[in-house]
């Protein structure tokens, strides 16, 4: 996918101008924070199993190269395929080729972020092959050429009325005299398009939620079941996933398991639950005849050892951006790339470089909200703060920005001459503010000012106040 | 107990109140308090913007004005946070001064919370005839855990009763240098939590952080909210007589 995230500013104030999406958002703000707190407090031992969590990603992350290894000659043990993936480029290559060689020309295909990281829609349909998207929201915004805007709710910047107008649209079979008010008009009238596409795919692709070592197994998770009739209808099953995706046992994964679900909508364990290990076997009733697993990289393995490494736990639970605060009021195009929200300010720089993606890590106010509901306690603002010590050590924050920033320092380095400037601000100020208590404007101010006043300063530094009081017994 | 006073230098320059109703809580809590000369600001501006060198310069200054003191207690959950939580992180790869941090670290406390966990201090003797909401600043809550400790104080002020707001744990939107670098993003959330505030029945908001409340009182007068904001350490001290409140002319 084409990253638009030097644009964050501009795209970010055209989301708050936006008054659909503001619409949406707010919708969005309340619903999955509140879902996620039931949960975790019907299960008291969350916190546990956070640290459960956070353990075993810890540890297949330290054997990265061991697991995924082992994991690879359990697929071909399954009778499945391992295509190992650098880049986007190879990972579309390696689709493309399997999909040649059954003559496919109907793809469906599950929610995978991979997918979406290698732009697999658009190469697919220029190679003269239609991929279908299957998943309810995917399937609306593939409709409008739009990207996800969340990671587990691609369509959430979306509201019921422009989904209905999408699929008045698009739907030529469309009884314009049929009501398309309530969300489940709208996913039967989806489900009516789908059935037969699903039926017609030659190859289904789906994601990974989990890749189990042990066993060669790939696992994801629906609510709409729509995984499942991907991966078993089609002659052939492509998972498209990325290397950290692996564990070591089918327990781990259950462990995990627990923690998505709860963290990304509230939910005990989500609707469906497919495990995938192999193609069809003789017994089988159903499944497809080919099982292939794309393994991708993108620069996921050049973040191991650095400080960066923990964001590779991360499980896509989505909690993260659900409760931060610039998500809610930018939404996630803004964000410019496949990732939004806290995880992707962390994540999209260290997959598509700094010098794209600036703006993502320092969108934040370390309001500390992602990490306090992280299932496997990533420190995300850490983690931003680290990508702007290599913004600044780079030089590629903005210039002035930089000179304010050495200047006050500098005299934050020198007490006396920091007293006597602070001492004289609050005179200067506080004389300047005194009959209304607060400035409506500013010089040098005016990213604060244009939004909100200034209070003004009482008037007299508190250190020389209390110089005063200390010579003279009395601060006033 | 020999606490020195980490004045912080948004209320040096905005607020001197503040720091004059900390000592006044301090010693009523049995503190003997002094204001250490060679403190400036914990560097939180150049450690959140990447600038390392700078932020460990201030560190290490911060370090020789507070050697020696018992307790470091400063009237704000995010230059405390800097100091319990940050510096020892800052430098992690540095072992001639991690020592240094961690020791600071041990002993660094957020006011409120000082009063309530270590002097056990569990109410006041302030008046103040208000229906007030709380605003619970980021650093402060989720870096020190500071969430009841305010509460319990204010509950034993005369005259004062409170009415959370839904929202009280969301962000303001202040973020330091966040507020000036995104300020669309950041009037949004400030106006957020602006009409959090107002949907209540409060006649006040408070916080423990002077930032927050700058940005908070800012956008309520720019509205022209009838909705005074004050530091709670002036109300807890009983000094509301003594100062206007934040951005309401003198
Ligand atoms: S960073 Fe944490 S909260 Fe965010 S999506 Fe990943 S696992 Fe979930």
Request: net charge neutral; glycine share 8%; hydrophobic share 40%.
């Given at each position: 996918?084409l990253?638009?995230?030097?644009?964050?500013?501009?795209?970010?104030?055209?989301?708050l101008?936006n008054d659909n999406?503001?619409?949406a958002?707010?919708?969005?703000?309340t619903?999955?924070?509140?879902?996620?707190?039931?949960a975790v407090e019907?299960?008291?031992?969350?916190?546990?199993?956070?640290?459960?969590?956070?353990?075993?990603?810890?540890?297949?992350?330290?054997?990265?190269?061991?697991?995924?290894?082992?994991?690879?000659?359990?697929?071909?043990?399954?009778?499945?395929?391992?295509h190992?993936?650098?880049?986007?480029?190879?990972?579309?290559?390696?689709?493309?080729?399997?999909c040649?060689?059954?003559?496919?020309?109907i793809v469906?295909?599950?929610?995978?972020?991979v997918?979406?990281?290698?732009g697999l829609?658009?190469f697919?349909?220029?190679?003269?092959?239609?991929?279908?998207?299957t998943?309810l929201g995917?399937?609306?915004i593939?409709?409008?050429?739009?990207?996800?805007?969340?990671i587990?709710?691609?369509?959430i910047h979306?509201?019921?009325e422009q989904?209905?107008e999408?699929?008045?649209?698009?739907?030529?079979?469309?009884?314009?005299?049929?009501?398309?008010?309530?969300?489940?008009?709208?996913?039967?009238?989806?489900?009516?398009?789908?059935r037969?596409?699903?039926l017609?795919?030659?190859v289904?692709i789906?994601g990974?939620?989990?890749?189990?070592?042990?066993?060669?197994?790939?696992?994801?998770?629906t609510?709409e079941?729509?995984?499942d009739?991907?991966?078993?209808?089609?002659?052939?099953?492509?998972?498209?996933?990325?290397?950290?995706k692996?564990?070591?046992?089918?327990e781990?994964?259950a462990?995990?398991?627990?923690?998505?679900?709860r963290?990304?909508?509230?939910?005990?364990?989500?609707?469906?639950?497919?495990?995938s290990t192999?193609?069809?076997?003789?017994?089988?009733?159903?499944?497809?005849?080919e099982?292939?697993?794309v393994?991708?990289?993108n620069?996921?393995?050049?973040?191991?050892g650095?400080?960066?490494?923990?964001?590779?736990?991360?499980?896509?639970?989505?909690?993260?951006m659900?409760?931060?605060?610039?998500?809610?009021?930018?939404?996630?195009?803004a964000?410019g790339?496949?990732?939004p929200?806290?995880m992707?300010?962390?994540?999209?720089?260290g997959?598509?470089?700094?010098?794209?993606?600036?703006?993502?890590?320092?969108a934040?106010?370390?309001?500390?909200?992602?990490e306090s509901v992280?299932?496997?306690?990533?420190?995300?603002?850490?983690?931003?703060?680290?990508?702007?010590?290599?913004?600044?050590?780079k030089?590629l924050?903005?210039?002035?920005?930089?000179k304010?920033?050495?200047?006050w320092?500098w005299?934050?380095?020198?007490?006396?001459?920091?007293?006597?400037?602070?001492?004289?601000?609050?005179?200067a100020?506080?004389?300047?503010g005194?009959?209304?208590?607060?400035?409506?404007a500013?010089p040098?101010?005016?990213?604060?000012?244009?939004?909100?006043d200034?209070?003004?300063p009482?008037?007299?530094?508190?250190?020389?106040?209390?110089?005063?009081?200390?010579?003279r017994?009395?601060?006033? | 107990m020999?606490?020195?006073?980490?004045?912080?230098?948004?209320?040096?320059l905005?607020?001197?109140?503040?720091?004059?109703?900390?000592?006044k809580l301090?010693?009523?809590?049995?503190?003997?308090?002094?204001?250490?000369?060679?403190?400036?600001?914990?560097?939180?501006p150049?450690?959140?913007?990447?600038?390392?060198?700078?932020a460990?310069?201030?560190?290490?200054q911060v370090?020789?004005a507070?050697?020696?003191?018992d307790?470091?207690?400063?009237?704000s959950?995010?230059?405390?946070g800097?100091l319990?939580?940050?510096y020892?992180?800052?430098?992690a790869?540095?072992?001639?001064?991690?020592?240094?941090?961690?020791?600071?670290?041990?002993?660094?406390?957020?006011?409120?919370?000082?009063?309530t966990?270590v002097?056990?201090?569990?109410?006041v003797?302030?008046?103040?005839?208000?229906?007030?909401?709380?605003?619970?600043?980021?650093?402060?809550?989720?870096?020190?855990?500071?969430?009841?400790?305010?509460?319990?104080?204010?509950?034993?002020?005369?005259g004062?009763?409170l009415?959370?707001?839904?929202?009280?744990?969301?962000?303001?939107?202040f973020?330091g240098?966040?507020?000036?670098?995104?300020?669309?993003?950041?009037?949004?959330?400030?106006?957020?939590k602006?009409?959090d505030i107002?949907?209540?029945?409060?006649?006040a908001?408070?916080?423990?952080?002077?930032?927050?409340?700058?940005?908070i009182?800012?956008?309520?007068?720019?509205?022209?909210?009838?909705i005074?904001?004050r530091?709670?350490?002036?109300?807890?001290a009983g000094?509301t007589?003594?100062?206007a409140?934040?951005?309401?002319?003198?």
């Amino acid at each position: 996918m084409l990253a638009t995230s030097r644009n964050f500013t501009a795209a970010a104030q055209a989301g708050l101008a936006n008054d659909n999406l503001q619409r949406a958002l707010g919708l969005a703000r309340t619903g999955f924070p509140l879902r996620r707190r039931l949960a975790v407090e019907r299960l008291p031992e969350f916190e546990a199993l956070r640290e459960a969590g956070r353990a075993i990603k810890d540890h297949t992350l330290q054997y990265l190269d061991f697991y995924i290894e082992f994991y690879e000659s359990q697929v071909v043990a399954s009778g499945g395929k391992v295509h190992w993936a650098r880049t986007p480029a190879e990972a579309c290559a390696a689709v493309l080729q399997i999909c040649r060689s059954v003559g496919a020309k109907i793809v469906t295909k599950g929610k995978s972020m991979v997918a979406e990281e290698i732009g697999l829609n658009d190469f697919l349909e220029a190679n003269g092959i239609t991929p279908v998207e299957t998943d309810l929201g995917e399937y609306i915004i593939q409709l409008r050429h739009e990207p996800p805007s969340h990671i587990i709710a691609p369509a959430i910047h979306l509201v019921k009325e422009q989904v209905a107008e999408t699929f008045r649209a698009e739907h030529r079979s469309l009884d314009a005299g049929r009501p398309l008010i309530e969300p489940r008009q709208m996913c039967d009238e989806a489900r009516a398009m789908l059935r037969p596409r699903f039926l017609a795919a030659d190859v289904g692709i789906t994601g990974a939620n989990f890749l189990v070592a042990e066993t060669g197994s790939s696992i994801v998770v629906t609510n709409e079941g729509n995984g499942d009739l991907t991966q078993v209808l089609p002659r052939v099953h492509i998972v498209v996933t990325s290397i950290e995706k692996v564990v070591p046992t089918f327990e781990d994964a259950a462990t995990l398991l627990r923690l998505l679900a709860r963290s990304a909508t509230g939910q005990e364990f989500s609707t469906y639950t497919t495990i995938s290990t192999g193609p069809r076997r003789e017994a089988d009733l159903d499944g497809p005849e080919e099982y292939h697993v794309v393994l991708l990289d993108n620069g996921r393995s050049g973040m191991i050892g650095t400080d960066f490494q923990d964001m590779l736990r991360c499980i896509r639970c989505s909690a993260c951006m659900s409760h931060c605060p610039v998500y809610a009021a930018v939404g996630g195009h803004a964000y410019g790339w496949v990732y939004p929200g806290p995880m992707g300010a962390v994540l999209t720089p260290g997959l598509i470089g700094i010098e794209e993606a600036g703006h993502l890590p320092n969108a934040s106010t370390f309001c500390g909200r992602c990490e306090s509901v992280c299932p496997v306690k990533i420190p995300l603002p850490k983690m931003m703060r680290h990508w702007r010590e290599r913004e600044h050590a780079k030089k590629l924050s903005p210039t002035v920005y930089r000179k304010g920033l050495s200047v006050w320092a500098w005299v934050a380095r020198r007490p006396a001459l920091y007293h006597a400037l602070a001492g004289t601000a609050a005179r200067a100020l506080g004389w300047a503010g005194q009959g209304h208590g607060r400035f409506r404007a500013l010089p040098l101010a005016a990213g604060w000012t244009t939004v909100r006043d200034m209070p003004s300063p009482e008037g007299r530094s508190f250190h020389s106040l209390w110089a005063q009081y200390k010579k003279r017994g009395s601060a006033r | 107990m020999h606490v020195a006073l980490f004045v912080t230098c948004l209320v040096d320059l905005f607020r001197p109140t503040v720091g004059f109703a900390a000592i006044k809580l301090l010693e009523q809590a049995g503190c003997r308090v002094e204001v250490p000369r060679g403190q400036t600001c914990c560097g939180q501006p150049a450690y959140n913007s990447g600038d390392q060198a700078n932020a460990k310069a201030i560190a290490l200054q911060v370090f020789d004005a507070f050697a020696g003191y018992d307790s470091v207690v400063a009237p704000s959950g995010s230059c405390a946070g800097m100091l319990r939580v940050h510096y020892p992180e800052l430098f992690a790869n540095d072992p001639e001064n991690l020592p240094r941090a961690q020791e600071l670290a041990e002993r660094s406390w957020e006011l409120i919370s000082f009063l309530t966990d270590v002097c056990c201090v569990e109410g006041v003797a302030a008046h103040w005839e208000r229906r007030v909401t709380y605003h619970d600043a980021c650093s402060g809550l989720r870096e020190l855990g500071i969430k009841r400790q305010p509460r319990q104080l204010l509950a034993s002020v005369s005259g004062l009763s409170l009415d959370e707001a839904p929202g009280a744990e969301v962000c303001c939107g202040f973020g330091g240098t966040f507020c000036i670098k995104y300020p669309e993003i950041s009037d949004k959330m400030v106006t957020d939590k602006a009409a959090d505030i107002v949907a209540t029945d409060a006649d006040a908001v408070l916080a423990g952080d002077l930032g927050c409340l700058l940005n908070i009182a800012g956008k309520l007068c720019r509205q022209g909210q009838q909705i005074e904001a004050r530091h709670v350490a002036e109300v807890l001290a009983g000094m509301t007589a003594e100062v206007a409140p934040i951005g309401a002319p003198r």
